[in-house]
């Protein structure tokens, strides 16, 4: 039996270091350092700003979609509607209509990992997992959906987006879950919805 190597193209929205846009650091630095200061944007600047890097990050992954690779989000159009919902104030809608506009390819497969509330405890877990894992100068701070309330609303919000969608797939994740678990329900998802064929290996850009 013949093998092949696979490229997969990782990237991140926005980028960051050396995954996705150039611009995600400026992007990230303009957003999150104002927002730690305690100084907020005007209207609707935080998601042009946003929208900047998604562009640039589609013109980088489309290319490898057009060599016929396989290419991994971290995070696409979807969380610019999603996280809308606690936006204080909403994004003007002549702004959404723009991601509409360059909303990119459609993925094949969109995973949404969905925080269980075990017992009725709802899924604050899941923020505290992200804050002891970045630390106090990790990603999740400064952010003004940094509490479990909002969190609670986005989540609700992108199920209510994408349930109904054919390329998603929900993964429900609870606070006993390892990082292994959560790989080898994604992976079996991967299995089953994708032929690979023959290969053996996967070779990362």
């Known amino acids: 039996m013949a093998s092949y190597r696979q490229i997969v193209y990782r990237t991140q929205k926005p980028g960051c270091y050396a995954i996705g846009s150039a611009f995600g650091n400026v992007v990230r630095s303009a957003l999150f350092q104002k927002s730690e200061k305690g100084l907020c944007l005007p209207q609707g600047t935080a998601s042009l700003y946003l929208l900047v890097d998604h562009i640039d990050n589609i013109s980088y992954l489309s290319q490898h979609l057009e060599a016929g690779h396989v290419v991994i989000c971290d995070r696409y159009t979807d969380s610019a509607f999603a996280y809308n919902v ?120």
């Open 86 to 205: 606690v936006k204080e104030p909403p994004v003007p809608n002549e702004i959404l209509n723009l991601w509409k506009q360059f909303a990119g390819p459609t993925p094949d497969i969109t995973f949404l990992l969905v925080a269980q509330d075990d017992k009725g405890q709802g899924i604050g877990w899941a923020l505290d997992r992200a804050r002891e894992r970045d630390g106090a100068s990790g990603k999740q701070r400064g952010k003004r959906w940094n509490d479990y309330d909002r969190q609670r609303l986005i989540q609700q919000e992108y199920i209510r987006l994408l349930k109904d969608e054919d390329r998603t797939v929900l993964v429900p994740v609870r606070k006993q879950d390892s990082s292994r678990d959560i790989h080898d329900k994604i992976l079996q998802t991967v299995s089953e919805k994708l032929t690979v064929g023959a290969a053996e290996t996967l070779e990362f850009a």
